[in-house]
């Protein structure tokens, strides 16, 4: 037997091939390099050419076992279309070679078996070598019609290994392809295969007996329609589900069902896989009895899907499943609407149960697929006589129908912390939207959602169906941007193993990126989406919005890292910013400041108080009652900074609170959402190096080349706010409020307030007071954000530009006197 291929060469064909579905020049470049490598006629008489080919071929083949063989038939499906119409055909040639050769090897390993040394080593060959086989049967089953009588013996393998239950599986599939396209078989040739494979069935586990029904469903539906055969095969399993049901029913405490427990798992299987592939309802099975077999059938499994054991009913929901490829009417039955919408949407229900109801409809989605591409070849050949189309399109109303009854309880499947639940509930979305089954705009949210999942594989999978959509429907993404942002909100929260660490927006690996990032890049390509987009999550800030704090710390990760590419794109947040501070900044001290004027009627009102009543007047009041109350101000707050001042006016106000302390809940609530967008504006400020003029100076009416110069992002400037993360991490809004919590609430207050009086930077004042406002606002915001360093927490000295602005005190009033 010869030595296996240098393993360096079979990982690099593995690397290779996996990209046969990449972009047009990639793939391009995958077939011609694997043409020349493998689908090259070889010369005859090159005897070691060719075993090297096919040894390199089976090695490359076992790799990739576990990850699965689309791209080999993707490979060959590309090579041989490639040549359809040439009248040399090397490709062709290449594989009738290689398919011949690979039965020869095959015959070899067979007899070197006996060689205990090797024994191992040979069996992983021999099952490559039939995989191989099987993968050529499946793009072209003639290159195996003369082989079949070859592989048939090799049913009767005796299994003691994995490998010897591949190999039959393996050569049940082979037979399934290639027997119906025997031209005149031998009738001992045919029975034996029956045989072979009814003592498979009768005999071995669940993948033998799905893969030997099947293969039997081939032979005797299209070759030698031995009914009878098979008819009893099913009564003896249906018999013998109907006597324990019986006997259920008569003793629910009897034993008699745990003694049997493995005969009724086999027959609710068998029953199941039998009636997949074989209509029982036919004359030819039941002759001319009135009974509805396939009404029989779904009464007996759905009686054990009641079953108080999880592994019988797990059996009879795939038995179920089988059932339904056959006829998919059944789903439409109330008892089945009902069992698989309370086994999808109760959240106690087994995971078990779920992922098999998950199976089952992707499942018959694969084969509707099936059949429709099997009707579509068959149109095309026969496309002038029949109108095959039409048939088509009636199978795919009932897939429509039959997607549109689960849908909803589908899609909410994705909120669920078992990744293997969300997997499948994907794979049902996929297949339902590339078989075009339903309007894909509903499941744009959910696919959005799905794009944060923490498994790569997943990310890309919806992200990919995103792409798709868009293609053909522009703006439905941006249309259900918020929405998606929100249900990924919600899929994290699902997927939180510790409820008590807050959900963040961004990815815990090196790159810091955020959630949401791929939904980004989709929008970000057209201004007036992007835009609409950024201020409608904007908006969620907003105090009237009334967004829990989790979902606006996880939308400000978001915001915070998001792949912004032009200086346009945080300018234009922080811009918003501003705007949002000052409406929802006033309306906060306004509401606090009410529930202390209400409950302490009889107490005068502190100097703060009042100061704050007509900083909040002068908002909208008018511009010369503002202009004279500012020096005022100015002076009482930048130069009374003392420790005693600052203790003077937190006593003040604390003398003021009211008994409850839900309005102090209310505020230290709301003012989350105006601290998130402070320290977002910080962040975004710092890591783009932008100074405050050139913030202050941003116009969102402005031409878009303006700003559309690129980013220079400064490394290590993380996003963390502390105060948000406290919050949530003690629960405040449900703890109790001690005399600590109630005094640094109050002094949030007064640094909201001092924030609040120097907002907006004065163009009309004196140099020097400028300068003073400044330092008031940046000690708010430093003191409102918990301290620390100014690089992130208080407004940045701005040396370092990324464009080269000039530096100014951080007001555009100075430099344009």
């Known amino acids: 037997i010869e030595q296996p291929t240098f393993p360096k060469i079979t990982e690099m064909c593995v690397k290779m091939i996996r990209r046969v579905n990449d972009e047009e020049g990639i793939k391009k470049l995958v077939n011609e390099t694997f043409q020349k490598l493998w689908f090259t006629p070889t010369p005859h008489h ?59 090897h095959i015959l070899k390993y067979e007899e070197s078996l006996s060689d205990s040394d090797n024994k191992g080593v040979n069996s992983g060959r021999l099952v490559a070598c039939i995989t191989t086989l099987f993968l050529f049967s499946k793009i072209r089953p003639q290159l195996m019609v003369k082989h079949a009588m070859t592989m048939q013996p090799y049913l009767t393998t005796k299994c003691s290994t994995q490998n010897d239950f591949m190999v039959i599986c393996n050569v049940a599939k082979i037979l399934e392809l290639v027997v119906p396209l025997m031209e005149h078989p031998s009738e001992t ?47 003896r399993y249906y018999g013998a589900l109907s006597k324990l049901k019986n006997q259920h029913q008569e003793d629910p405490n009897s034993t008699i069902l745990t003694a049997n427990k493995p005969a009724l798992l086999r027959s609710l299987f068998t029953v199941g896989a039998l009636c997949r592939h074989f209509d029982f309802d036919q004359e030819d099975f039941k002759g001319n009895s009135k009974v509805n077999i396939k009404d ?136 339902t939207l590339n078989q075009g089954l339903i309007h894909p705009v ?53 997927i939180n193993t510790c409820p008590k660490d807050p959900v963040r927006g961004f990815r815990h690996d090196e790159s810091s990126s955020a ?75 306004q509401s606090f400041k009410e529930s202390m004027v209400k409950d302490k009627k009889k107490e005068r009102k502190p100097a703060s108080d009042e100061e704050t009543e007509s900083d909040s007047n002068s908002g909208s009041g008018s511009e010369s009652e503002e202009e004279a109350s500012k020096p005022r101000r100015l002076r009482k707050r930048v130069d009374s900074d003392s420790d005693s001042d600052e203790e003077n006016d937190i006593n003040a106000v604390m003398k003021c609170l009211p008994e409850n302390s839900a309005p102090l809940i209310e505020f230290a609530n709301v003012s989350q959402g105006i601290l998130l967008l402070l320290m977002l504006k910080q962040h975004l400020k710092n890591l783009c190096g932008f100074s405050d003029s050139k913030i202050q100076k941003y116009s969102p009416s402005e031409s878009a080349k303006v700003y559309d110069k690129a980013i220079n992002r400064k490394t290590g400037v993380h996003f963390h706010p502390k105060q948000t993360l406290d919050f949530l991490r003690s629960d405040m809004a449900n703890s109790k409020i001690t005399e600590e919590v109630k005094r640094s609430i109050v002094k949030q207050y007064l640094d909201f307030k001092l924030l609040m009086e120097h907002l907006d930077p004065d163009e009309e004042e004196e140099d020097g007071e400028v300068s003073a406002s400044t330092n008031a606002r940046n000690k708010a915001i430093t003191s409102l954000l918990g301290g620390g360093s100014p690089k992130n927490n208080a407004a940045e000295t701005e040396d370092d530009e990324s464009d080269g602005e000039d530096r100014g005190g951080g007001t555009s009033g100075v430099r344009r006197r």
């Open 46 to 104: 090159d005897k070691e050419a060719m075993t090297r080919k096919i040894l390199n071929i089976t090695d490359v083949v076992a790799a990739c076992r576990d990850t699965g063989y689309d791209w080999f038939e993707q490979l060959l499906q590309n090579l041989l279309k490639s040549e359809e119409d040439a009248s040399y055909k090397p490709v062709k040639k290449a594989c009738t070679q290689l398919v011949d050769n690979l039965v020869e």
């Open 189 to 235: 040739f045919l029975a034996t295969i029956e045989e072979d494979l009814m003592k498979l069935i009768i005999k071995y586990g669940m993948t033998v007996v799905q893969h030997c029904v099947s293969c039997l469903g081939a032979v005797v539906n299209k070759v030698t329609q031995n009914y009878k055969f098979v008819w009893a095969c099913f009564n």
């Open 296 to 431: 029989k059938v779904l009464e007996l499994l759905m009686y054990f899907t009641k079953h108080s054991d999880e592994e019988v009913q797990t059996k009879a929901i795939i038995g179920l499943g089988f059932a339904f490829i056959q006829h998919p009417s059944l789903m439409f039955e109330q008892e089945v609407k009902t069992l698989y919408n309370s086994i999808l949407s109760d959240k106690n229900c087994s995971v078990n149960l779920k992922i098999q109801v998950l199976k089952n409809l992707q499942t018959y989605l694969q084969e509707e697929d099936t059949r429709m591409q099997q009707a579509d070849r068959d149109w095309k050949k026969v496309a002038k006589q029949e109108d095959l189309k039409e048939m088509g399109d009636i199978s795919s109303g009932m897939s429509s129908s039959i997607m549109q009854l689960y849908l909803k309880q589908v899609l909410e499947a994705f909120f669920h912390n078992q990744s293997s639940v969300r997997h499948f509930a994907l794979n049902v979305i996929a297949l």
């Open 442 to 494: 509903q499941c744009v949210p959910y696919l959005i959602a799905m794009g944060t999942d923490p498994e790569p594989s997943m990310r890309n999978k919806a992200d990919q169906q995103l792409v798709e959509i868009d293609k053909k429907y522009a703006g439905f993404i941006h249309m259900k941007a918020v929405a998606g942002m929100k249900m990924s909100y919600q899929v994290q929260q699902a």
């Open 515 to 589: 959630l949401c990032s791929h939904l980004y890049s989709m929008i970000r390509g057209n201004r007036q989406h992007r835009r609409a987009f950024l201020i409608s999550l904007l908006n969620l800030f907003d105090d009237t919005a009334k967004t829990e704090v989790n979902m606006l710390l996880y939308i400000a990760d978001n915001l915070a890292c998001f792949p912004y590419q032009t200086q346009e794109e945080p300018l234009f947040i922080m811009h918003h910013i501003d705007i949002t501070l000052s409406v929802s900044g006033s309306n906060l001290l």
